[in-house]
């Protein structure tokens, strides 16, 4: 048994996902806008919802709020620098697609907001419901679509995630996801079947 | 950029926290309960405020919603297959915490619900909010506290999370959170900053 240390009230948890969100309100005069989600996660199965949350003052928050819709889009390593310069960087001030060098490309179900046309996978939102918490509001959205690039398909037709080189976020650092250690219901399955999805045992 | 393939509506963000909820409801006969938590996330930094989605049908559910307060504990290598079970055993049919091996400890500012004495971190949480979403309701919660093991704490007072092994979620799949990639504001600081903040900048 561990020893524990008190570090008072704080949002202690992780792994956290590494996504950026994108939007745009061109009805506005808001063009395509990309803002990283410190806060993102699934809430529900069915019907499938996912939240983020967006401080008031954020340019992205009142786009979501107009328009009701947003991607999110998955991360891996090669975008790590790109998704923290859009955490730190505003809209207001520059062009995230532009000076990034990434690409707006049309999300499927959606009407203006774009995806990045280098994420590995996004996901097309509309969002339902606005809560508001404090220092945030929770966005809750329903997916609406999910696009995953063609190069990380098997040829069985699963998807290969290891490949993606996702990127966790970690208390302010972002850190690799990298091997598998398990599966959902590993600890009741049988050696063969451990074995047969891959499972290294020396571990 | 990339060729995307549309997989239809559903859940794919990824990755996700791999955690395990720890609740107890001694009034009404339950004892302490484990249960991994697919769905959680970080809401609010202001208060400090994380969710949880757990579906009514839950042990869990009821004794939640009745006492209005249960832990949040980190996962790392080493219990990722206790992690595992306590997603795929009810709290009805076992003793997750004897059967496992683990120790409910008390956690700091809650009245009933235990922690793991094995995890490396644990959040004490209290509900604020339970919203209706379809197959899972939102639970949204304050911290009330954070406790974390001693032996994750540098000299200079700071926590090696790398040190804990963490594990995260990705699509029915348990992986490692290994190296660092960045820090919060690496792609405007200078190669000063970044070096000195431990950045191989040959990836």
Redesign the interface.
């Known amino acids: 048994?561990?020893?524990?240390?008190?570090?008072?009230?704080?949002?202690?948890?992780?792994?956290?996902?590494?996504?950026v969100l994108g939007c745009a309100d061109p009805e506005h005069g808001q063009r395509p806008n990309l803002i990283t989600i410190?806060?993102?996660?699934?809430?529900?199965?069915?019907?499938?919802?996912?939240?983020v949350?967006i401080r008031k003052e954020r340019l992205s928050h009142s786009i979501i709020a107009n328009t009701g819709e947003f991607t999110?889009n998955?991360i891996g390593?090669d975008l790590?620098?790109?998704m923290?310069?859009c955490?730190?960087?505003s809209g207001r001030e520059v062009d995230k697609f532009a000076h990034l060098g990434l690409?707006a490309?049309p999300a499927?179900q959606l009407d203006v907001a774009p995806a990045i046309?280098?994420?590995?996978?996004?996901?097309s939102c509309k969002v339902k419901?606005i809560?508001e918490?404090?220092?945030?509001d929770?966005f809750?959205a329903?997916?609406?679509?999910?696009?995953?690039?063609?190069?990380y398909?098997l040829p069985d037709g699963s998807?290969d995630?290891?490949a993606m080189k996702?990127?966790?976020s970690?208390?302010?650092?972002?850190?690799?996801?990298?091997?598998?250690?398990?599966?959902?219901?590993?600890?009741?399955a049988s050696p063969e079947v451990r074995a047969r999805r891959g499972l290294k045992e020396d571990?």
Not at 1 to 19: D, H, K, S, W
Not at 142 to 151: G, H, I, L, T, W
Not at 170 to 188: D, I, N, P, Q
């Open positions: 048994m561990e020893n524990f240390r008190q570090i008072g009230a704080t949002t202690y948890l992780c792994p956290i996902p590494a996504v410190g806060w993102a996660g699934v809430v529900c199965s069915k019907p499938p919802m996912i939240s949350s999110l998955l390593q790590c620098e790109a923290d310069f955490g730190v960087k690409t490309v499927p046309g280098e994420a590995p996978a996004f996901l419901q809560i918490l404090g220092s945030h929770l809750l329903e997916v609406k679509q999910v696009s995953v690039a063609d190069r398909f998807i995630e290891e996702l990127v966790a970690v208390h302010g650092k972002y850190r690799a996801v990298k091997e598998a250690l398990g599966f959902f219901g590993f600890s009741l571990k």
